[in-house]
């Protein structure tokens, strides 16, 4: 079975700070690595994920995120947040073949001030 | 590209009364489908996923059910509700490369 953890459930910033998010999972097998943005009552929205290839991997609205299978650690990153930038996030897992199901963290509040 | 409608996107709804939240994909076939429950301070919550018509899998006991009448449509129901089952209910599709597309939500609140 998989999990996810995210260790920050708030995480309060000035605008045009940097911000890290962090995330470990846990996994007996190899899996897939993803962030998710929610806005308030709004659905999911993808802005980055780890399949293969290099660590180091940009999304979306100038967001990256490290993949670290040594520390088992997908730490999402953006060098300057805007106000926009306030939201929920999470980090998810899933197991590399069809049909299975995205596992969230239970997700950090990122809120921008200015 | 893929969309999911859900509907509709705000419920209230007294205990002990029934409930259906209906979600839709439009842009593929045979697609992968989960519902996920929101509810504060727990992440989401995997509820039930399908593979195909009628093949549901729950993940978690409880006091609701899913079905999948059609190939692209995927049905939450509970026959009566529990206070507890309050949350936002998220239905999501399996795309290419796992890009795993979601709806907008539905946000039910059982009083």
């Known amino acids: 079975a998989q999990s996810v953890t995210q260790l920050d459930s708030q995480v309060p910033v000035f605008e045009e700070a940097p911000v890290e998010l962090r995330c470990n999972y846990s996994s007996s097998v190899s899996v897939y690595l993803f962030w998710y943005v929610q806005y308030p009552n709004q659905g999911l929205q993808l802005l980055l994920k780890y399949l293969s290839g290099s660590t180091l991997v940009k999304g979306i609205n100038g967001f990256e995120a490290e993949f670290n299978k040594s520390q088992t650690s997908f730490h999402l990153r953006k060098p300057s947040v805007h106000i926009s930038d306030t939201a929920e996030y999470f980090c998810a897992v899933a197991q590399p073949r069809a049909g299975t199901a995205l596992i969230f963290g239970k997700g950090t509040t990122l809120s921008v001030s200015s | 590209s893929q969309t999911i409608h859900q509907w509709p996107a705000t419920l209230v709804q007294p205990v002990g009364s029934p409930l259906s939240l209906e979600c839709t994909v439009e842009g593929t076939s045979n697609p992968n489908l989960y519902w996920y429950r929101q509810a504060a301070g727990r992440g989401l919550q995997l509820l039930f996923y399908?593979?195909?018509?009628?093949?549901i899998s729950s993940e978690v006991p409880q006091n609701l059910s899913a079905s999948r009448p059609q190939d692209r449509q995927f049905i939450l129901s509970s026959k009566k509700l529990l206070l507890s089952d309050s949350g936002f209910y998220l239905c999501?599709?399996?795309?290419?490369?796992?890009?795993?597309?979601f709806g907008s939500g539905t946000r039910l609140t059982v009083v």
């Open positions: 399908s593979i195909g018509i009628d093949q």
């Open positions: 999501a599709n399996q795309g290419v490369s796992y890009g795993y597309t």
